[in-house]
């Protein structure tokens, strides 16, 4: 069954973020699939995907050809960008060779971040994803940022330059820091990307008012193009204390809880022309279950493929 809702509904598109963590391709992939097989694969169960890798390195753009490739027509790349953009700490080696040579780092060899290299990393990484448009396979580049980007050491008119570059492409920035969603800082946030034309990224989250946590219960909708729903999983000491991705966001959701993200994912289509619900709980293979679980629950497929055997439990 097509993803495509009723006229009413904008589109909603379900995925995970990355398509090959340790855990699925040790739990969820078929036995000994070739490397090269994992995308194709993951295209026939899914529509659309967030590459997490782009956060890392620039990629180059033989390979975003062939993702091309191994897509259907109507696929669809959601693509995060560089570490550095998102004002995390970057290694002077995670940039694209040219750049590398002209980037200045400080005494812990950590880059510094100009408004020049912003640019022209910026180009390098439109330069690189342009395959996607080409093929109609692009959806929106996600700036996650950083906690320590909160609004008593920053203002998010620092974005403000790179969202003008970005917003014709399609934006969703997702904010780490709970104070841009407090009190006062609500109204001035939500206004921010409502005249930058940018996606706030929602969260399904820990239950907990932590600054590194933010609420769940924000259902804003900023820009009416798109709405962005990351899965984080619930569990607070996990999200908190974890020392690795996998143990941050090793969640099992429920099915009670998939019927809870459903409803939201519906309330939101009512309001956005497409929906992206991307889970980002990638311990083992819960986000793929998730996510197919979900598009069950959408009526979008009848049921996903079984779960393999739980070596774990």
């Known amino acids: 069954m097509s993803s495509k809702q009723s006229s009413q509904l904008g589109r909603i ?17 078929p036995p000994k699939l070739p490397t090269g097989d994992r995308l194709p694969w993951y295209a026939e169960h899914f529509e659309m995907v967030e590459v997490n890798s782009t956060f890392y390195a620039v990629p180059e753009v033989r390979l975003v050809e062939r993702w091309v490739r191994a897509t259907p027509d ?5 693509v995060k960008l560089h570490r550095l953009l998102s004002r995390h700490a970057a290694t002077v080696k995670s940039l694209p060779p040219a750049l590398q040579r002209v980037a ?5 060899g950590k880059v510094k971040l100009t408004a020049e ?12 994803t342009e395959p ?16 320590a980007f909160s609004p008593r050491k920053h203002d998010l008119a620092e974005l403000g330059e790179l969202l003008a570059r970005l917003a014709p492409f399609g934006a ?19 206004d921010f990307f409502r005249r930058h034309h940018t996606t706030l990224a929602l969260v399904d989250a820990p239950a907990e008012a932590h600054f590194t ?50 409803q939201r994912a519906k309330k939101l289509a009512h309001e956005a022309e497409a929906v992206h619900v991307v889970f980002n709980n990638n311990a083992l293979d819960f986000a793929p279950h998730a996510a197919l679980r979900l598009r069950a ?7 996903g493929p079984p779960r393999q055997a739980d070596l774990f439990r």
């Open 13 to 29: 598109l379900v995925g995970t973020a990355s398509w090959s963590d340790p855990g699925f391709v040790e739990r969820w992939y």
């Open 74 to 78: 109507d696929f669809v790349f959601d």
């Open 104 to 108: 200045e780092a400080d005494a812990g």
């Open 117 to 128: 290299l912003e640019r022209a990393l910026l180009e390098r990484i439109v330069a690189a």
């Open 132 to 147: 996607l448009r080409a093929a109609q396979k692009f959806g929106a580049f996600l700036l996650q940022l950083s906690p």
């Open 172 to 190: 969703v920035v997702e904010l780490r820091n709970r104070n841009w969603t407090e009190d006062e800082h609500l109204a001035k946030t939500l």
């Open 213 to 262: 946590i933010m609420p769940s219960d924000l259902d804003a909708v900023t820009y009416r193009t798109l709405s962005y729903l990351r899965l984080h999983g619930r569990d607070a000491q996990a999200y908190l204390r974890g020392r690795t991705v996998a143990e941050r966001f090793y969640y099992d959701y429920s099915d009670e809880e998939i019927d809870e993200v459903a």
């Open 297 to 303: 629950a959408l009526g979008q497929i009848a049921k």
